[in-house]
Every structure is written in structure tokens, then in C-alpha cells.
């Protein structure tokens, strides 16, 4: 990584709406420069893509949101990485990380209604040969999100002007 | 009652704060972006503000000796010689105060007798000069021009020495032009201090935000300046702690000793929760190599070129300022005044920026604007300044 990159980076995840010129004036980069090192990162994967934050409680989507710990058996040369690709393949599961401690994968899954989320859970997450055992937890509300505070805007609380 | 025959006239004949005025005219529309602000955008780091969360519970409400918690006073030792190179011993030669704003007042005060002249460079920080007459001297504005950058020069400064003058005031990074000293620059001033034996008060409280591979030295680091000098710093700036109140000065034993006779009879101590603050801002700080300051640089330094730019493409002259978070662009080719740009500016447009000349008679044609702001607020802040000033061209 470049100190470049990292810059843009910083930027883009701020807000990826800034124009290339813009992003070339703050960085001290020329605009060709800034646009080669997106590209570059693009097709590294280390940009995947360029999406808002959305506050979906405040839109009229039914939606509900679980975390569901999975207990797993992992498979012989292929450990854990099987097992996640045979969930993460399901379009409600949103994330899948695996983890340290009491069970093995964390599942963010999302799906319209309480039913369809439980029909997911129990149809289709459990049976999988190498789940042993889950455990689900709803989404109550959601306070911050990837450094991104929900609740009520915060205000500036400088004077608006001092020495 | 007539009061006049009451005040000390000294004070009273202090003109008040040309920033007072601008700031009861901007608080009076709502809406506007402000670029007028003095202090950073950020919040204190949250490992800092627990810190002072967990004094609080444990009951840490106590006074703590005059001069400073002795750990943070080790701490700005260790942080001073590990960032500039500064050797000062923590029980004789540092005093915590607060904010670096009482550092200056009674490092004034400790020095200045009636007659004293004190040079300060022009633009300059609010305070200066008015802390001079509070002490009894007289200030001597040594003007700093746009094709210096302005930085102080030897020649302006030999120009402003008279027999009577005892002290300079270094206030570099500058608080409103963005300026910064490099070494070269401060050598020349050093042999002008020697010279007229001078002391010097060297306001270093933007040391940490210093830009484009630029970096700062302390002028008490120079050869044969650190006797001269009385250090002042602190953690408002560096550690986005301006509310916290929490500075310090270093020097000379023999300095420190009478400053804190005033700081002990005036203050006591500087409040033992923005102590604790500053210690959890040091300690980390040296632990993880100053993260928190070098994250918030990279973002200021983003915003200090887009504003930069943004001035430039207005067609004003800006040069680059290399320190603090503050940009000083020349506003002269619109034929206003700073005062005249700044009113109609807001009235107009709903942005406020601080004339030059509130920071002194040599700011007349600059505006101080400050880029400590999310950036969506100065795009639309910089949007409507060029609408303003393509409109006065």
C-alpha cells in the first residue's frame, strides 16, 4: 500500500461521492495518479465497492436483522473455509466471520419478516451436515455502525467563532 | 455610579477583542458554516476522556500540587525530549497550566516591568499584545508580510528592537496566518536575540500540526537559545483537548519558580481531571506513537490543500500555509476591507470568516478561515465564497 492508497482510502470511506479532482487536490496527487491508484485497488479487491450507509429504520422496509453463532464440525484439508462458503452462499446471509471462543462463525442474517428468518434458521442453517448447533439473537436497534453513530445527529458544539 | 474613577485604567484602555464583535454578529444567523472557529473539529479520543471518567469515579477530586501532577510533568519531560529534542527537568522547570493561555499571562507577568517592550509578531494571536499592557509593557508589533510567508525576519525584527525591548514572542506554527519557522529561519532570529539579549516566550502550541513533510523545531533546541526561552505548549491542539484547559511552560528554574509564585496565589493548580486527561494523552500517545495526532494531521492537511485550492482557483492570492489549521488567503483584489469581506460575506452568503485585522493592523486584506470542518461543510462554504468573490472582481 502506498501512502496514496491509504489516503484514498481514508476518503473514500468517508464519502465516495468526492470527485477524482477533489480527492487529487486533498491528496497532493495529480487527478491520473489518484485515478490509477483506484483502479489499481479495484482490481486488488481491496475496493469492492462504493455503497451508502443506510439507516433502514427510518425507510418503511419490514426487515429483520439476526446474529445467529454457529457451532460447526470443520472439514478434514479444508477446516472452516468450506463450511462458510456453504453459508455464505444463501443471499439473507448479509456477513459470515469466523471466530475465536464459544462457537465458530458469527451469521448476520437479514430477511424480510420473523417468519422467513426462522424458516431460514431452521430449514435451511441447521440442517447442514456440519452444523452442530446455533444459536439466534435479533437485532433490537442499531446505535453504530462502521464508525457511523444511528442515533441523533451530534451538533457542533464550538463557538462559532474564537481566536 | 460612575465607575470609571474605579477601573485600572490600564485595562480598561485595552480596546476589547476584535473578534467579540464578529462573533455576536455570526451567532446571529443560525444557519451559517462557520470557518471562524479557533479549535479542532474533533472530539478528545475517548481513551482520553475515560481516563478522566475513571478519576472521577475513583473520587481523584482533590487540588494536586501547584506546579502540576508530578507523572504529567515526567510525561511532557519524556514527550518534549522524545519529540524536539528538549532536556527539562520535571520538578524544577515544567509548570502546568491552564491552557497555554495562563503560560503566556504569567510568563508576561514573571518578566515585563513598567517601560518593558515586548515584540510580537504581526498578525498575531489574539492575546499577546493585550496581555503586554496587562503586565505593564508596552507592546511592539513587528509586521510579517505575505511574500515571507509570514515568517518573522531578521531584518523586521532588528528594525523593531530598541533599548528598552526585553522579550519576543515566537508564536509559531501561527495562530491566524498557518505560518511555520524552519529551522533556517529561526537561526537568523536566534542571532538577533543574542545580540540585543533578549528572552524569548516561544508559543509552540500548533508544534504538532505541521504539514506537507514540514517538521517543527523548538526554538529552545537551537544553539544557545535554551536558557533564553520559556517553552509553552499543550494538549488543546495536538490532542483536541481545547475545553479541557490544560498547557504548560518550561524553562529556566529561576523563571518557572516566579511564574508559579503567581500561578500558586492566582490558580492553585490547573483542574485535576484535565491533568489526569493530559496524562492518559501523553502516555498513550508515546505508547502507540501518537496515532490519534498523526490520524487527525493526515485529515487536516487533506482540507488545509482543498481550501487552499479552493482560494486559489477564486483567483486570491493564498500562499501555503504550512502549520496550525488555519488558512490566510489576501482578499485585497475584491477592493474590500477584511472587515467589509467578512460582513457583507455572512450577510450574504451565511459563511463566517475572522477579518485579519483582529489579529492585528498588518491582517488588513487577509481573512483567517479555518479548515478544522467536516469537508461537505467547506465545499459548500468555498462554494459560496467564490460566488461572493466573482461577484467583487
Known amino acids: ?163 | 455610579m460612575n465607575y470609571e474613577q474605579y477601573l485600572n485604567r490600564r485595562i480598561a484602555s485595552v480596546p476589547p477583542s476584535g473578534i467579540r464583535r464578529f462573533f455576536d454578529l455570526a451567532s446571529s444567523r443560525k444557519d451559517a458554516i462557520s470557518l471562524g472557529v479557533g479549535e479542532p473539529d474533533f472530539k478528545t479520543p475517548y481513551l482520553i476522556r475515560d481516563a478522566a471518567i475513571n478519576s472521577l469515579v475513583d473520587g481523584e477530586t482533590q487540588y494536586t500540587a501547584n506546579r502540576g501532577l508530578p507523572e504529567l510533568r515526567q510525561e511532557i519531560a519524556l514527550y518534549l525530549n522524545g519529540r524536539y529534542g528538549l532536556s527539562y527537568d520535571w520538578s524544577t522547570q515544567i509548570l502546568v497550566t491552564i491552557g497555554a493561555s495562563e503560560a503566556i499571562d504569567i510568563a508576561l507577568r514573571a518578566l515585563v516591568e513598567n517601560g518593558d517592550e515586548v515584540l510580537v509578531p504581526d498578525p498575531s494571536y489574539v492575546s499577546y499584545a493585550p496581555g503586554v499592557t496587562f503586565a505593564g509593557g508596552t507592546p511592539v508589533p513587528v509586521t510579517t508580510f505575505q511574500k515571507d510567508d509570514f515568517r518573522l525576519t531578521a531584518e523586521s525584527l532588528e528594525r523593531a528592537v530598541t533599548p528598552r525591548s526585553k522579550l519576543l514572542i515566537l508564536p509559531y506554527p501561527n495562530n491566524p496566518t498557518g505560518a511555520i519557522m524552519e529551522k533556517q529561519d529561526l537561526e537568523k532570529i536566534a542571532r538577533v536575540v543574542e545580540k540585543h539579549d533578549l528572552l524569548v516566550i516561544s508559543d509552540e502550541i500548533y508544534s504538532e500540526l505541521i504539514y506537507d513533510g514540514h517538521t517543527h523545531v523548538s526554538f529552545a533546541s537551537l544553539e544557545g537559545m535554551y536558557p533564553r526561552t520559556i517553552t509553552i505548549n499543550g494538549f488543546s491542539k495536538a490532542f483536541a483537548m481545547t475545553g479541557w484547559r490544560v498547557g504548560y511552560a518550561c524553562g529556566a528554574e529561576e523563571i518557572i519558580s516566579v511564574m508559579n509564585k503567581i500561578h500558586q496565589y492566582a490558580i492553585m493548580c490547573a483542574p485535576r481531571q484535565g491533568q489526569v486527561a493530559a496524562l492518559a494523552a501523553l502516555r498513550t500517545g508515546r505508547e502507540n506513537g501518537y496515532e490519534s495526532i498523526l490520524a487527525m494531521r493526515d485529515s487536516y492537511d487533506r482540507r488545509r490543500r482543498l481550501m487552499v485550492s479552493a482560494f486559489r482557483e477564486m483567483g486570491l492570492d493564498c500562499f501555503d500555509p504550512f502549520g496550525a489549521f488555519y488558512v490566510f488567503p489576501s482578499v485585497s483584489r475584491t477592493g474590500l476591507s477584511s472587515e467589509e469581506f467578512c460582513s457583507q460575506l455572512l450577510q450574504e452568503k451565511d459563511v463566517a470568516a475572522v477579518p485579519g485585522t483582529a489579529f492585528g493592523p498588518s491582517g488588513e486584506g487577509h481573512i483567517r478561515c479555518c479548515y478544522a470542518t467536516a469537508i461537505d461543510k467547506i465545499n459548500i462554504a468555498l462554494e459560496r465564497m467564490a460566488d461572493f468573490v466573482q461577484h467583487h472582481l
Not at chain 1, 419478516?113 to 446455533?134: D, H, I
Request: charged residues 30%; contains cysteine.
Open chain 1, 1 to 163: 500500500m502506498t501512502k496514496l492508497e491509504t489516503s484514498l482510502l481514508d476518503l473514500l470511506r468517508e464519502d465516495c461521492r468526492l470527485p477524482l479532482e477533489k480527492l487529487a487536490v486533498m491528496t497532493g496527487a495529480s487527478v491520473e495518479e489518484v485515478a490509477e491508484a483506484i483502479d489499481s485497488m479495484e482490481k486488488r479487491h481491496i475496493i469492492l465497492r462504493y455503497s451508502p450507509m443506510i439507516n433502514w429504520d427510518l425507510t418503511d422496509r419490514e426487515r429483520v436483522e439476526a446474529m445467529i453463532e454457529v457451532r460447526v464440525t470443520p472439514q478434514r484439508d479444508m477446516g472452516f473455509d468450506a463450511v462458510a462458503r456453504r453459508i455464505y452462499r444463501f443471499d439473507e446471509v448479509k456477513s459470515v466471520y469466523l471466530m475465536s471462543g464459544s462457537y465458530d462463525l458469527l451469521v448476520l442474517v437479514e430477511a424480510h419478516t420473523l417468519k422467513e428468518l426462522a424458516t431460514f434458521v431452521a430449514s435451511k442453517l441447521s440442517p447442514l451436515e456440519m452444523v452442530t448447533g446455533t444459536a439466534t439473537s435479533f437485532v433490537l436497534k442499531r446505535y453504530k455502525e462502521e464508525g457511523v453513530v444511528f442515533e441523533n445527529e451530534e451538533t457542533d458544539r464550538r463557538l462559532v467563532i474564537s481566536p
